[in-house]
């Protein structure tokens, strides 16, 4: 096999899955470690820098990192990682100072962001302190798009959201242009902006055309139009006994508002099986905590009414079948229908971009779905300055990925502005650096907690439910933060070995408490994994592998359950292995870029 | 040494064996040897052929004297019964616990100050009784403990790490077990797992005085050029007679090598010992072939591993002085004090 050592950093990055995972790469051990020495302002800042959001994304993120983090390959669940996101910003002090300064002086270019959304706030975080003027307009006559329109207030209270957006206003050159949707493009271009950025969101609710729609229309409700409406003050009641559609992330705030507007008799019915639902796991073990059932394999087929009035939903039964390429189909299964009566239904069945406002003759090409072309890397559209990122670039995700996407875009449209090639990339910056404090002390805590993963306190039940702007997670307090902490394997903290040194002793393979480490005849990938002392059975997951021994042999350890916990090195004689911490941050909009 | 706990997460994949334990599960507290001791690696060793062998930890005993590699019961079968005894006093103890108890399976654990110097009398005579051990003696030619000086196992003309040239015959501790009648003789290097795990296993497994000679480098006093128990060292000069299969009672025999190249030998409990031959001459049945094969290697520098000789018939020292099946630890009153009567007809034989 290749030698590790010359592959470069992505290896390590790869190492800390969750940073890996994470689309704005946040360096998360390293707040975490943060977290546990109550430094609860600075591990904001590494957050504030990399995501923007810390206390909205504390307590909505999608959390892509959580699946990936390591813990939960050797114990049973990862690390809390969004929640302790949120600890960082609950118990920081003030921060304002930390803020970078409003740039000395306008560097003259004018950008328009369409949207005041996650995508748009972060290009105008990264772009505001280079002196830029930022224009953002809104149809809504608040800010932050999504995050304030569709994310109920019980998860999300809006204290947070206004702090956070204040943190960017503050950095100056931001203009806020609320209430204002933009209708034309052209007519925007029109203005002479430097650049565009179109962080519109994918703003349509799909609707469901089954029978009985048009005439039961008054009963049913479009799940992210009408959590909008709830969200800005405009409903605030629903039937007693209510049908939500769909089994996405949507349909579960669908659901769980509900409950807290009126509703007694809750359920969320879905085409596809329980498992294969949309819907984070935990925000459908959320929903039914609060007594509202899951069915499955139900296809809608008919909303009944009754004199104009919506009686309940019909529904066909199915079942999944596989076909001979794991492809899954639903099938009748040829049980009798189903009726659901109801009062009124939220249809919750997915979302769109819709561009009705940009007209085709800009030199902005559009595919085959009717989306305007947008760049991968750089989130250019075909129209040189002309940049599209969030849910506008490439259909609904969540806000983690719109806030990654809006650090690329700033950084192409400070290039655009600056005359240079937006497809040279900056590389992201890394250090490498022992962590060795005395013979067997390292920098970091290296004994690993045998602590299962801590629940989030809640809110009593029936008071949670009484009040829809009531927040119904209460947050890990800093004793229970400081317990979830020291869960963290700390992966970024390398085990980085040095061949020359390696007098071959064994000392590192009797101590590793996961059977890590191999000295073996070197091979090829595929079959060295087979003979290692524990079979390195997670493709995945990368071997690290040394030059030839003085005894010919390699040096192979398999990186998938390693703990990270630094007794190879500690029971080391020579120093051949060393435990080396890897920060990486990604290179935003700036003077390196 | 280290100063946290060996973390109780494991590999996933981690398997139980017939009694339902780990190997996890015959690991002791953490070793607080220098880092990269070779007696560390004996002591995995170890916990990997009892994991292997199914034993019960509770049936185990684990007795050792004084200096780095008696203090290494500490650091394995953390669940079964240990004695740190006198210094050289190891034999003796695990002799008269052996009486007492013969149920038990007992493992000495010894270095080459405790075995060679201050207990070689006792060494000697626990061999030469032939009490059912595994005697390991974890040699690596120094005296750690006091910082370095050359130990009665050193080699004459090997240098400390001071530079300076020891004039003192070195004790060979194999030839001295073959002499003294030890029924089961093996040499390893705790840098080679692959052949130490069965030979632990075929020692344990044998009845009688079982011996191992365990070359294990002092990574701190001895590993140096100009050492003969060095890392480099043991691996230049290192011939290995034959390796090991150790085949436990019941499990189906593999055949993996050509016919004539491998001996079996059977051993008292059932398990089968396979002996693949790496030497085509050396007969590891033979005492007085074995012995000379070890002074000719060793005068052309080489240092000769692997079962050296295997007596599987002789019997230990409970046959010898014909005492009853069940330990004695266990008899009653009843069967200790048979009486006036019993008394009188001995006494009567006697006259």
Redesign the interface.
């Known amino acids: 096999m290749q030698r590790t050592s010359e592959v470069g950093d992505d290896y390590f990055h790869k190492v800390v899955d969750c940073q890996w995972a994470c689309p704005a790469h946040t360096p998360v051990p390293e707040y975490i470690r943060l977290i546990a020495e109550g430094r609860y302002s600075d591990a904001y800042m590494i957050n504030w820098k990399s995501n923007v959001f810390p206390g909205v994304l504390g307590r909505t993120c999608d959390r892509p990192c959580e699946p990936a983090c390591r813990r939960g390959r050797v114990e049973a669940e990862p690390v809390a990682i969004c929640r302790l996101k949120r600890v960082a910003a609950d118990l920081k002090s003030d921060i304002t100072d930390r803020l970078p300064p409003p740039a000395a002086q306008p560097n003259g270019k004018r950008v328009a962001l369409v949207g005041c959304g996650p995508a748009s706030l972060t290009v105008a975080r990264d772009l505001a302190p280079l002196g830029y003027q930022l224009t953002l307009f809104d149809g809504e006559t608040k800010s932050a798009g999504m995050i304030r329109s569709q994310i109920p207030r019980f998860r999300l209270p809006e204290e947070v959201i206004d702090e956070e957006v204040g943190y960017i206003e503050a950095l100056g050159g931001v203009e806020l242009r609320l209430g204002q949707p933009i209708d034309s493009l052209g007519a925007l271009l029109a203005e002479g902006y430097d650049a565009v950025f179109v962080g519109s969101g994918a703003p349509r609710g799909r609707d469901l055309d089954i029978p009985g729609r048009e005439e039961a229309k008054a009963n049913i409700h479009i799940g992210i139009d009408w959590l909008s409406s709830v969200s800005f003050g405009h409903i605030d009641r629903i039937g007693r006994r209510v049908i939500v559609l769909g089994g996405g992330n949507t349909a579960m705030d669908c659901c769980r508002t509900s409950r807290r507007l009126g509703g007694e008799d809750v359920k969320v019915i879905v085409r596809s099986g329980f498992e294969e639902m949309k819907a984070s796991p935990w925000e459908k073990e959320d929903a039914m905590h609060e007594d509202i059932p899951i069915l499955n394999y139900r296809v809608p087929k008919a909303f009944t009414h009754e004199g104009g009035r919506l009686t309940g939903v019909t529904f066909e039964v199915v079942e999944a079948v596989y076909d001979a390429d794991g492809r899954r189909k639903l099938i009748p299964s040829g049980e009798p229908d189903e009726h659901y009566e109801c009062d009124d239904v939220l249809v919750a069945v997915g979302q769109e971009n819709a561009f009705p406002w940009i007209e085709r003759d800009l030199g902005l090409e559009f595919d085959e779905w009717n989306m305007p072309k947008v760049d991968p890397v750089t989130f250019q559209a075909t129209r040189p300055g002309v940049f599209f990122g969030g849910d506008a670039a490439f259909g609904p995700k969540n806000i983690i990925w719109a806030v990654a996407h809006g650090h690329e875009a700033a950084v192409s449209i400070h290039k655009h502005c600056q005359g240079q090639d937006v497809a040279e990339r900056p590389p992201p910056g890394a250090t490498l650096v022992s962590q060795k404090m005395g013979i067997h002390e390292w920098s970091y805590d290296n004994d690993v907690s045998n602590d299962r993963r801590h629940r989030v306190p809640l809110r009593d039940k029936a008071e949670a439910l009484a009040n829809v702007r009531l927040e119904v997670e209460l947050g890990f307090d800093a004793r229970l933060g400081f317990d979830e902490a020291q869960r963290c394997l700390n992966c970024d903290v390398q085990t980085v070995f040095a061949d020359k040194l390696c007098i071959e002793c064994d000392a590192c393979v009797d101590i590793c408490p996961m059977d890590c480490i191999t000295f073996t005849d070197d091979g090829e990938e595929a079959e060295l994994r087979t003979r290692l002392k524990a079979p390195a059975e997670n493709p995945d997951q990368d071997l690290y592998v040394s030059g030839k021994l003085a005894t010919g042999r390699v040096m192979a350890k398999d990186e998938d359950v390693c703990l990270h916990c630094g007794l190879c090195a500690e029971r080391c004689p020579t120093g051949a292995w060393d435990m080396q911490k890897f920060y990486l941050e990604m290179t935003h909009a700036g003077p390196h870029a | 040494?280290?100063?946290?706990?060996?973390?109780?997460?494991?590999?996933?994949?981690?398997r139980a064996n017939g009694l339902g334990y780990t190997r996890?599960d015959y690991e002791g507290s953490v070793?607080t040897l220098?880092?990269?001791?070779?007696h560390?690696?004996i002591?995995?060793a170890i916990i990997q052929a009892a994991f292997e062998l199914e034993l019960p930890p509770h049936r185990v005993a684990k007795l050792s004297g004084i200096g780095c590699s008696s203090k290494t019961p500490d650091y394995f079968l953390g669940a079964s019964h240990g004695f740190n005894t006198v210094h050289g006093r190891m034999p003796s103890v695990l002799t008269g616990a052996n009486l007492a108890n013969r149920d038990l399976i007992y493992l000495g654990v010894s270095g080459d100050g405790d075995s060679a110097s201050i207990g070689l009398g006792q060494f000697a005579h626990a061999i030469r009784r032939g009490v059912n051990m595994l005697y390991i003696v974890e040699n690596n030619g120094v005296y750690g403990l006091t910082k370095g000086q050359f130990s009665a196992t050193s080699d004459k003309g090997s240098k400390s790490k001071r530079g300076v040239v020891n004039h003192d015959a070195g004790i060979d501790m194999v030839s001295l077990a073959l002499q003294m009648g030890a029924t089961f003789v093996a040499r390893s290097f705790?840098?080679d797992?692959a052949q130490l795990v069965p030979l632990i296993k075929a020692g344990l497994a044998h009845k009688g005085a079982a011996f191992i000679d365990c070359i294990s480098?002092c990574?701190?006093f001895n590993?140096h050029v100009g050492s003969t128990k060095s890392?480099?060292y043991v691996?230049e000069h290192n011939e290995a007679v034959n390796r090991l299969d150790m085949i436990p009672p019941r499990a189906p025999i593999q055949v993996d090598y050509a016919p004539g190249e491998t001996v079996r030998v059977q051993q008292h409990d059932g398990s089968i010992l396979s002996l693949h031959k790496l030497a085509e001459l050396y007969n590891p049945g033979n005492r007085a072939q074995a012995l000379g094969y070890l002074q000719a290697r060793q005068a052309r520098g080489q240092i000769v591993t692997g079962l050296l000789f295997v007596d599987p018939e002789h019997g230990d020292l409970h046959d010898a002085i014909g005492t009853v099946d069940t330990p004695l630890n266990q008899l009653g009153e009843a069967e200790l004090v048979p009486g006036a009567a019993a008394l009188a007809k001995i006494n009567a034989e006697l006259q």
């Open positions: 040494m280290t100063y946290i706990t060996k973390p109780q997460l494991h590999h996933p994949s981690l996890r070793s220098c880092a990269g001791c070779g560390d690696s002591s995995a705790s840098g797992k480098p990574v701190q590993n890392f480099d691996r």
